[in-house]
């Protein structure tokens, strides 16, 4: 009797152990069956209050069907240094207080220089970094460079900044790029709080689903774009232009009477088409030298006029993401001003 007892308790516990391993194979088996996690950008499920905010300010608008307001070599101002020859009257911080929201910056290595330093009296006495140059970063000062000297980390971190500050914001960097990757991967690092928001096309899959809604962007808070006219840093989550965009030709000539819109880039047509995928439209409408006068003349009707009759049939009947200004605040008088064009394509259904 004891015996048979015995054997029934030993097989009700191989019973028990048996249940217990089907159990843990069940539990293997549908974690390894769930679905993969979303990707970074919206692995986070926002607020029905962010969201609902987001959507009142961009509605369901993706990223390419909406134009931006954007200023030609931003950094060459008169309230960042001393510039003696610039294209913007204000500070950056300024433009981007006053509806900037596309940003062309020149950026270069400067080696630090102890004869500079010399002859200079101790006013110009740099480290080693990367700056906001406009050609060369030791020729003339004024004109190529300007002191105090523009680091490139500390105008991202500005960027960066007002973003933090205007939650509703996108803001986008367009690099003019004569630094290696490493460096540029180095002064990146050193703002504080931009890899939080920087936006990779590769993690959102832009290629293969089109650009993500405005909305989308603010609430996950990647709300900072940034392009370079070189290939190789798109692992830094800096992408490649002739790649993500189309640009017409960034002249306007010395007269300013050249307002055929063609492409910057013979192999990069201004009407491409891809499957799936519609790249961004940069616009530039300035000339080769910078004043004030000229900018006034071609800042309003002309602008205005250009859009519709140039580069909206050039481009297939689309409008341009960013419009890209000299002195962005001036303009002919016509009632016409880059913001109120840019407000203008906004408006159009």
């Known amino acids: 009797m004891l015996i048979d007892m015995d054997m029934r308790l030993r097989a009700r516990s191989r019973a028990l152990v048996c249940l217990l391993v089907l159990a843990l194979l069940g539990t293997v088996t549908t974690a390894a069956a769930a679905p993969r996690p979303a990707p970074p950008a919206t692995a986070t499920a926002p607020t029905n209050t962010a969201n609902a905010a987001a959507t009142a300010r961009w509605g369901d608008r993706r990223l390419d069907e909406v134009a931006f307001l954007a200023t030609h070599n931003a950094f060459t101002n008169y309230e960042d240094s001393r510039w003696s020859s610039v294209n913007q009257s204000e500070s950056v911080r300024a433009q981007l207080d006053n509806g900037v929201r596309g940003l062309s910056l020149d950026t270069h290595w400067y080696e630090r220089s102890t004869w500079l330093c010399v002859i200079s009296f101790g006013s110009d006495c740099y480290p080693s970094d990367v700056y906001l140059c406009h050609g060369d970063c030791k020729t003339f000062a004024g004109a190529t460079y300007a002191l105090p000297r523009q680091t490139f980390h500390g105008t991202m971190q500005t960027v960066v900044d007002f973003l933090a500050t205007h939650p509703q914001e996108v803001v986008t960097v367009f690099l003019e790029d004569y630094v290696g990757a490493d460096q540029l991967q180095a002064s990146l690092g050193r703002v504080n709080g931009l890899q939080n928001m920087l936006f990779r096309a590769d993690e959102w899959g832009v290629r293969q689903h089109g650009w993500p809604k405005v909305a989308d962007l603010v609430t996950s808070g990647k709300r900072l774009l940034i392009f370079s006219d070189r290939s ?91 419009v890209s200004v000299d002195f962005h605040r001036l303009s002919d008088g016509s009632g016409h001003t880059p913001a109120s064009v840019v407000a203008e394509l906004n408006a159009r259904p």
């Open 232 to 322: 190789d840093r798109e692992h830094l989550g800096v992408m490649y232009d002739r790649s993500w965009t189309v640009s017409n030709f960034w002249s306007l000539g010395d007269l300013g009477n050249d307002v055929s819109c063609v492409s910057r880039w013979a192999d990069v047509p201004l009407d491409r088409q891809e499957p799936g995928f519609r790249r961004l439209f940069t616009m530039s409408h300035h000339r080769n030298v910078p004043t004030v006068l000229t900018a006034a003349l071609d800042n309003g009707a002309k602008l205005r006029n250009r859009i519709a009759e140039q580069c909206r049939s050039a481009t297939g009947g689309r409008d341009p993401n960013f």
